[in-house]
């Protein structure tokens, strides 16, 4: 089973301001097979990125993610008062799927 | 437009045995690529993958609850039911529905989630 790491556990940041999230496997993620959830309270999870960098349907541009092999970046490039939530990586390539413990993305 | 609804009892007592079904729409089952899965979130705490059936009838499980579950399909119906035995209190959590998009060799990923519904397990 692959092991997702996620960091940092927390992210203190301001509008405007740019964000980079970590995702570390445990083992060589299969063909980049890495998607980015975003979540906010009460509500299920978003898709964000699959294929490690494919940005999902309506997603907007300021959302981009990067990496291969064990490493994975999600970055918001600017911030936006709706992005301050919890994100969460997960890997799709081989069985099971699993998920990070996600980063909580918080207004400084 | 795809949709996805669950259903079932939110209150069940430790040692029963949880039945949550997934109502679907926009989509067929049958389609290849396509499957329906389940994933849970405890109170304050990060997503755990259940299960997941595909359109060719192929099924994954956790491998730490495997003995637990099991997850059916009737296509007919746009319907997809996991089962879940011997309930405990840690169990407690939101049970989500999910459509999974699987390609070339991976896994899949989900695109789409349905609301959740939050299953409390308390004697």
């Known amino acids: 089973e692959i092991v997702l790491t996620q960091s940092p556990g927390t992210l203190s940041l301001s509008p405007g301001e740019r964000a980079t999230l970590s995702c570390r496997a445990s083992q060589s993620v299969s063909s980049s097979y890495l998607a980015w959830y975003q979540q906010k309270p009460g509500q299920a999870p978003r898709l964000l990125i699959y294929g490690a960098s494919s940005r999902a349907t309506s997603i907007p541009d300021r959302f981009s993610g990067s990496g291969s092999g064990t490493d994975f970046t999600l970055t918001i490039s600017r911030l936006e008062p709706e992005d301050f939530a919890v994100y969460y990586c997960?890997?799709?390539?081989?069985?099971?799927?699993?998920f990070g413990q996600g980063t909580r993305l918080e207004i400084k | 437009q795809i949709t996805l609804k669950e259903s079932g009892p939110t209150l069940v007592k430790p040692t029963q045995t949880l039945t949550l079904t997934c109502t679907f729409s926009?989509?067929?089952?049958?389609?290849?690529?396509?499957?329906v899965g389940w994933i849970r979130q405890p109170p304050g705490k990060a997503l755990e993958w259940l299960a997941l059936?595909?359109?060719?009838?192929?099924?994954r499980y956790s491998p730490s609850l495997k003995s637990r579950l099991a997850i059916t399909k009737d296509t007919s119906k746009n319907q997809v039911v996991l089962i879940m035995t011997n309930m405990d209190p840690v169990d407690t959590a939101t049970y989500y529905c999910s459509h999974t998009w699987s390609y070339y060799d991976s896994s899949g990923y989900v695109d789409y989630w349905g609301q959740g519904t939050l299953v409390t397990v308390s004697s």
């Open positions: 926009g989509f067929s089952l049958s389609t290849s690529g396509v499957g």
């Open positions: 059936i595909y359109w060719d009838g192929d099924k």
């Open positions: 997960q890997q799709y390539g081989s069985s099971p799927i699993t």
